[in-house]
């Protein structure tokens, strides 16, 4: 039986108590919503329901709309990829704020600019995060100063960041190489190996072919796990062809 997708195990009373009831629409409870945001970015849970409320909380009604909980909640969604929650962040978004600034039909609305310009460059790491482009995605992020302060509120994001990569490498990978592995991590030496042993759970091989620690190894799971597989076909004749 699957996760339900309005589950959220630290989810405080009051926000469950709105979700649930018809204050959930009401514009008041906007300032509860950032506030809960705030929340998660500092004690590093993670609500994407509660999120997507408060942005359709925006998108009834505009003036309500604050920047910095929208780029929060889109940073908070790229913690959890490959998970679909940065796509229906960005559905929740009004259309002029998803448009490039310099192929926009219609000008954005007045202090919309940096918004759309912030939507844009997270929207450019989580194409890197779905292409499984890892290294590309740390050097992105070191690129300029505006994703230094995008990610400032999130609370470990780095952290958070490298165990979802290496969730998803060792769900498809059981041999590495440490270098491909260390630009994927952004990691080297010491803090590579105690993340890669002590995090993971996984070991680094001495006898790689490219020298000392050049392997790393995963150990096997269902997800990596090879299997066979059987494929049965029935293929049926007509009569008519037996008499030929």
């Known amino acids: 039986m699957g996760i339900a997708f309005d589950y959220a195990p630290d989810r405080p009373e009051n926000i469950d108590a709105i979700l649930n009831g018809l204050d959930r629409y009401n514009p008041e409870t906007t300032a509860v919503f950032q506030d809960y945001v705030t929340q998660q970015c500092e004690d590093r849970t993670y609500d994407c329901y509660a999120n997507l409320a408060l942005?359709?909380?925006y998108q009834f009604n505009p003036p309500l709309a604050r920047d910095e909980p929208t780029t929060n909640i889109l940073v908070k969604a790229l913690t959890v990829f490959p998970s679909p929650?940065?796509?229906?962040?960005?559905?929740?978004l009004p259309p002029h704020i998803l448009s490039p600034l310099s192929s926009s039909s219609s000008l954005p609305a007045a202090g919309d600019a940096p918004l759309s310009e912030a939507?844009?460059?997270l929207t450019t790491l989580n194409n890197l995060l779905s292409s499984a482009s890892y290294a590309k995605f740390w050097s992105t992020l070191d690129s300029d100063d505006l994703y230094a302060d995008l990610i400032a509120d999130v609370s470990g994001f780095e952290e958070l960041m490298r165990v979802r990569i290496a969730v998803t490498v060792g769900q498809s990978m059981r041999v590495v190489e440490r270098g491909v592995l260390e630009?994927?991590?952004n990691l080297q030496g010491e803090v590579f190996e105690h993340f890669v042993g002590e995090v993971c759970g996984w070991g680094v091989d001495d006898t790689g072919a490219k020298g000392k620690g050049a392997i790393v190894r995963?150990?096997?799971n269902k997800e990596n796990e090879a299997k066979g597989t059987v494929v049965r076909e029935n293929v049926n004749f007509d009569r008519e062809c037996y008499l030929l």
């Open 119 to 121: 939507v844009q460059k």
């Open 85 to 92: 929650d940065f796509s229906l962040c960005l559905h929740l």
């Open 183 to 185: 630009s994927w991590l």
């Open 55 to 57: 942005l359709k909380l």
């Open 218 to 220: 995963i150990p096997v």
